[in-house]
Every structure is written in structure tokens, then in C-alpha cells.
């Protein structure tokens, strides 16, 4: 099974941010995200760990209904299902006949970047925000972030963002862990105009379904 990365952030805005200077390029990715009330996108996530040559690969849906409501299925490897509910946190694993329940308080606290996503935490409360010495030149034209935690108890050492320089859409998120551990997730198809169903953070314990504690490191992380 997949460790869910959670991405630190999405939203998008007018112009070019090529020559903005730090603070107004992030005061300008939290304001539109501020106003995005709801969220559907298709994503892509690559892990890669220290001493392991072949990355682990998933792929999926994710919705976000805000305050506090997110959704993500994952179509591949295997099946699976992680809802936030803004009180529940639900991992449903169809294949293994088994849903870990957990309070959402217990899960994810406050010095995860999940409330970010989900409306309840500014990006500057949560990290320390830098460019890094260069931004690349590649073809895909995307400005970087570097996100330092600043709560020690965090499970994540750095964030990188990836930002389009022209809708300030978060289109790419790159988590990195204590070990050394990197998850990508990429974005794509991103819409913050069509309405996303509420029933969708709703979670019903199927028949035969074992519900069981989460592990003592909880995923998603």
C-alpha cells in the first residue's frame, strides 16, 4: 500500500511571477487558494526511498471540499480510498477487505501540512518558505519553493513546491521525511469551478469490511 503525500498547496491567480520577490509570489498562491472553496484534480505520485532503485507509482482522483473535507482515490497500484471528513479519517482498502479509522485530531494535528490543504492553516504558520539558491531552467518553466516545518514533531523535513509562473497553480509537491524518503506528487486537470458533491466525504462500512486502529505511524502523513 502507498503512503499518501499530502501537497502543501493549490490555487492560481492572474499574470507572471517571474520577477516577483518572495513575499508578494507567496502572499499571491495563498490569497487565490483562499478563495478556492473546492477542488477536483487528477494526480500522479512517485516514492522514491534511499537504497531502493525502483520507485513505487500510484495514481488517482483527488476532491477537496473546504473547510476541512478531502478525498483521494487511487486507481494504482491497488485500490484505495482516504477520506477527511473534518472529524473521521477513513483509509479504505478494498483488496484486503479492511478500513483503518482515526480521528482526524490524532491523525494529523496541526503541524501537518494536510490543514493547509484543507483551509485550516496559512502556509507561513506551518513553514518557513524560501526560494532555493537557483531556480532551475528547465523547459517545464516552474518557479520552486522550499518549505522548512517549523514545528520539530513534523514527519516531513522539506516541501518543495512547484509553481506554473503564469496561474500560480501548485502543480507540483515533493515531500521529503527525516530518512530521506521522497514522495511527488504531480498534478494535472485541476478544476476550481466545478461543484464537488459533499456525499463524496461521506463513509459507509461496507458489509464483511474489518475496521481496524491505525498504525503507530499513521498514513496518510
Request: net charge negative; proline share 10%; hydrophobic share 40%.
Amino acid at each position: 500500500m502507498l503512503v499518501l503525500g499530502w501537497l502543501g498547496a493549490l490555487g492560481c491567480g492572474e499574470g507572471s511571477s517571474a520577477s516577483l520577490p518572495l513575499p508578494e509570489l507567496v502572499a499571491r498562491v495563498q490569497a487565490r487558494y483562499d478563495r478556492t472553496r473546492h477542488l477536483h484534480a487528477r494526480f500522479q505520485q512517485e516514492t522514491r526511498q534511499p537504497g531502493f532503485d525502483q520507485p513505487q507509482r500510484g495514481e488517482g482522483q483527488v476532491w477537496i471540499l473546504k473547510p476541512g473535507m478531502m478525498r483521494w482515490d487511487y486507481t494504482k497500484p491497488e485500490r484505495q480510498t482516504v477520506i477527511a471528513n473534518g472529524e473521521t479519517l477513513w483509509i479504505y482498502l478494498p483488496e484486503d477487505r479492511q478500513v483503518i479509522r482515526d480521528r482526524i485530531s490524532e491523525s494529523l494535528q496541526a503541524r501537518t501540512p494536510a490543514l493547509f490543504l484543507a483551509g485550516s492553516a496559512r502556509l507561513t504558520e506551518l513553514f518557513t518558505v524560501r526560494e532555493p539558491p537557483t531556480q532551475p531552467s528547465g523547459a517545464d518553466g516552474r518557479l520552486r519553493l522550499e518549505l522548512t516545518p517549523k514545528e520539530e514533531t513534523f514527519h516531513l523535513s522539506q516541501v518543495q513546491l512547484g509553481i506554473d509562473p503564469h496561474s500560480y497553480l501548485v502543480v507540483q509537491v515533493t515531500l521529503i521525511d527525516p530518512l530521506g524518503t521522497a514522495t511527488t506528487m504531480s498534478f494535472a486537470d485541476i478544476d476550481t469551478e466545478g461543484a464537488v458533491d459533499p456525499s463524496l466525504f461521506q463513509f459507509e462500512v461496507p458489509p464483511g469490511v474489518e475496521v481496524v486502529a491505525p498504525p503507530l505511524m499513521p498514513v496518510p502523513r
